[in-house]
């Protein structure tokens, strides 16, 4: 079975994008709290409200990262990288698809303890995918593939 981080450095800031960073985080930090409680094994949360939010924020995240602006630029000056995207934006619907399904799970069991662990994987894989994200970026700026304008 795949480690987790601890809770400590698994909810940590997103990374995301300037724009959507300050609410994304926000929102991150209330999955925090939520997974706290339901670790705790507390019923006095609302995983649905708090994982609506998560997946509203994702959503335009995800949708900001695919625009023109961000990865179509990026694509445009690395074109070597451009399957390197497609696998990140793969990887935001395969996350909105399993966000969908721990929001189905939070509909069927209500706040129960059993969302605890889920809820911590769907975060670590979210941060695991951003990481990949900047990796890609970084190989942009450091890496001359011979293909960009420089
Ligand atoms: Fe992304």
Redesign the pocket.
């Known amino acids: 079975m795949e480690q987790i981080a601890t809770v400590s450095t698994l909810f940590m800031p997103s990374g995301a994008g300037p724009s959507v960073r300050g609410r994304l985080d926000a929102t991150l930090l209330e999955v925090a709290e939520l997974y706290t409680a339901l670790a705790a094994g507390r019923t006095d949360v609302d995983p649905s409200g708090v994982l609506s939010a998560l997946r509203v924020d994702l959503e335009l995240?995800?949708a900001l990262?695919e625009g023109d602006a961000y990865f179509g630029a990026f694509v445009r000056d690395r074109p070597g990288l451009a399957h390197g995207v497609a696998e990140?934006c793969e990887?935001?619907t395969v996350m909105l698809e399993r966000l969908d399904g721990l929001r189905a799970m939070v509909t069927a069991l209500g706040p129960s303890p059993e969302l605890a662990e889920p809820t911590a994987r769907f975060v670590q894989a979210f941060h695991d995918?951003?990481h990949k994200?900047a990796d890609l970026m970084q190989e942009a700026v450091l890496r001359d593939d011979g293909t960009g304008p420089d």
Do not use: N
């Open positions: 995240h995800f990262e990140l990887e935001h995918h951003e994200e």
